[in-house]
Nanobody, 124 residues
Framework: QVQLVESGGGSVQAGGSLRLSCATS????????LGWFRQAPGKGREAVAA???????FYAASVKGRFTLSQDNTKNTVYLQMNSLKPEDTAMYYC??????????????????WGQGTQVTVAS
C-alpha cells in the first residue's frame, strides 16, 4: 500500500517561502507519478505541480516560475519549494501518487493515493 505523508506547511507573509515535503513509501513499481494539489475553503481541488519518475516536471500556470519540484531518491521524498507566496496560495496542500508515467499529471482523478494534507496560510 502506497503511503504519502506531507509536512512543511505553515503561516508566512506574502512574498515569503515555504518548502513542502511528501515522504513516500510502499511503491512496488519504480515508475510512478507524484502530484501536488491544493484546496482552499469553499473551492475545488486545484492542481499545483507533478513530477514523474524520470524527473519531468509539470506546473500549473498559477504557480509556474514561483514553485519548484525536486526529489531526494535516497529519502523517497519529493519537495515543493514555494517562493513569492501570495495570499491566494492559501490552501490545504495534498500530495498524490499513482503508479505509471505522468499521462495526466494535473488531473486529480488520475491519482490513486493521497496524503492527509498540510496547511499553507499566506498573510497579506
Amino acid at each position: 500500500q502506497v503511503q504519502l505523508v506531507e509536512s512543511g506547511g505553515g503561516s508566512v507573509q506574502a512574498g515569503g517561502s515555504l518548502r513542502l515535503s511528501c515522504a513516500t513509501s510502499g511503491y512496488t513499481d519504480s515508475n510512478n507519478c507524484l502530484g501536488w494539489f491544493r484546496q482552499a475553503p469553499g473551492k475545488g481541488r486545484e492542481a499545483v505541480a507533478a513530477l514523474s519518475t524520470r524527473a519531468r516536471a509539470f506546473y500549473a500556470a498559477s504557480v509556474k516560475g514561483r514553485f519548484t519540484l525536486s526529489q531526494d531518491n535516497t529519502k523517497n521524498t519529493v519537495y515543493l519549494q514555494m517562493n513569492s507566496l501570495k495570499p491566494e496560495d492559501t490552501a490545504m496542500y495534498y500530495c498524490a501518487a499513482t503508479v505509471g508515467d505522468c499521462w495526466s499529471p494535473l488531473n486529480p482523478s488520475y491519482y490513486d493515493y493521497w496524503g492527509q494534507g498540510t496547511q499553507v496560510t499566506v498573510a497579506s
